[in-house]
């Protein structure tokens, strides 16, 4: 299973970035994808994961409203529309596949329970 991730980068407080996580095969019956965050300093969180099969969603409180996620199906990829960024967003975004249900229990301790992609730099100046 190979997870590609494209987006990211620099962007003013207020402003949008999207970012994108492509699987190359499903691993699972019923997966999900979506990204993880970790900022300087500070332990791995959830963000935000989808269900590719039915499309339900998992948002961190501290992203909902603001960020947006979506899949296509027949690629196997997801979408994080994130808008109204905000300086505490800043972090490397880390894409990855697993079940739905290990993004809304996440604790470090079950890093092993999902496939990794590449992390990828999102920046939000002040």
């Known amino acids: 299973v190979q997870l590609q991730a494209s987006g990211g980068g620099l962007v003013q407080s207020g402003g949008s970035l999207r970012i994108s996580c492509a699987v190359s095969?499903?691993?699972?019956?019923?997966?999900?994808i979506g990204w993880f965050r970790q900022a300087p300093g500070k332990e791995r969180e959830a963000v935000s994961g989808?269900?590719?099969?039915?499309?339900?969603?998992y948002y961190a409180d501290s992203v909902k409203g603001r960020f947006t996620i979506s899949r296509d199906k027949a690629s196997h990829t997801a979408y994080l529309q994130m808008s109204n960024l905000k300086p505490e967003d800043t972090a490397v975004y880390y894409c990855a596949t697993g079940f739905l249900a290990a993004w809304q229990n996440y604790s470090p301790e079950l890093n092993s329970d999902f496939y990794w992609g590449k992390g990828t730099q999102v920046t939000v100046s002040s």
């Open positions: 989808i269900m590719m099969s039915d499309g339900r969603t």
């Open positions: 095969k499903s691993p699972l019956d019923h997966y999900a």
